[in-house]
C-alpha cells in the first residue's frame, strides 16, 4: 500500500449534469461556435429572447442545404439551444438518454406541457413539416414538433369539457393565421409556447385551480395513466 489518500469530495464543488443536461450543455456550446464562425456572434445567455431573430436568420441560411448531416447538426445544436431557452425564461426540466439529441424532451413546469425541441428546430430549418420520403431528414422516428398537452382530463375536471390538448388547439385554430416561415421560425414557435401557457393558466383559473409546478413525477404519473 502507497499510504497515499485519495482527495476529498469539495463541498463547494458543482455538482455533475444529469446525462441529458450534459448533452444539451454540449450541443449549445458547439451550435454558439456555429454562429461565431458563421455570423461573428456571440450568443450568450444573457441575450434572453432577443437572440430569437439572429438565430432564425441563421436556420433561414440553410433551407436550400441539402446535406442530412449538416442540417442534422445544426438542428440538434439549434434545438438545445432554443430548448435551454425555454427552460431559463419558462422553467422546465429535460429528459433523454444523454446520447440522442432527438430523443432530447423538455418537460415544462408551469403548465403540463412537453416537446421535442430538436424536432422544432428542423421544421424552423425547412419553415415547414417536410414531407416524410425528404432525403434531408434523419433516419429513424418521423419528426415530433408538437406541444404536447394533456390528453385525458383531471380529477374534478367538469364533465363534458375537451383535455388541454384538445381545448389548445381550438383555441389556437381561432387566432388570425400567420405566414408559414413565421409560424415555425423559433420566434414564432417560442410566441405560440407563451400563448398557450396563458390560456392554460387562464383555464386553471376560471376552474378554482391553484397554481402549481409540474415535476418529472407528475409526467410519468400522467403519462402513464
Do not use: C
Amino acid at each position: 500500500m502507497s499510504g497515499l489518500k485519495d482527495n476529498p469530495p469539495d463541498p463547494s464543488a458543482a455538482p455533475e449534469p444529469a446525462p441529458s443536461q450534459a448533452l444539451v450543455n454540449q450541443l449549445v456550446d458547439g451550435f454558439r461556435d456555429q454562429l461565431r464562425r458563421a455570423l461573428d456572434l456571440e450568443l450568450r445567455d444573457e441575450h434572453g429572447t432577443t437572440a430569437l431573430a439572429f438565430v432564425d436568420h441563421y436556420l433561414g441560411l440553410l433551407r436550400d442545404e441539402d446535406r442530412e448531416p449538416i442540417i442534422s447538426l445544426v438542428a440538434a445544436g439549434a434545438g438545445a439551444w432554443f430548448g435551454e431557452l425555454v427552460r431559463r425564461e419558462i422553467g422546465g426540466t429535460w429528459i433523454g438518454d444523454g446520447s440522442e439529441p432527438r430523443r432530447l424532451r423538455l418537460l415544462l413546469a408551469p403548465q403540463f406541457v412537453h416537446f421535442s425541441p430538436v424536432d422544432v428546430a428542423y421544421e424552423a430549418i425547412f419553415s415547414g413539416s417536410p414531407d416524410p420520403g425528404d432525403p434531408r431528414l434523419p433516419h429513424g422516428a418521423a419528426l415530433d414538433a408538437v406541444y404536447h398537452l394533456r390528453k385525458q382530463n383531471e380529477d374534478g375536471d367538469p364533465d363534458g369539457d375537451p383535455p388541454d390538448h384538445e381545448w389548445i388547439a381550438e383555441r389556437l385554430a381561432e387566432a388570425a393565421p400567420v405566414p408559414e416561415d413565421q409560424f415555425y421560425s423559433l420566434t414564432g414557435r417560442f410566441e405560440t409556447l407563451e400563448q398557450i401557457l396563458e390560456l392554460l393558466a387562464g383555464r386553471a383559473l376560471a376552474r378554482g385551480r391553484e397554481p402549481t409546478r409540474y415535476h418529472l413525477n407528475d409526467y410519468v404519473a400522467a403519462l402513464t395513466k
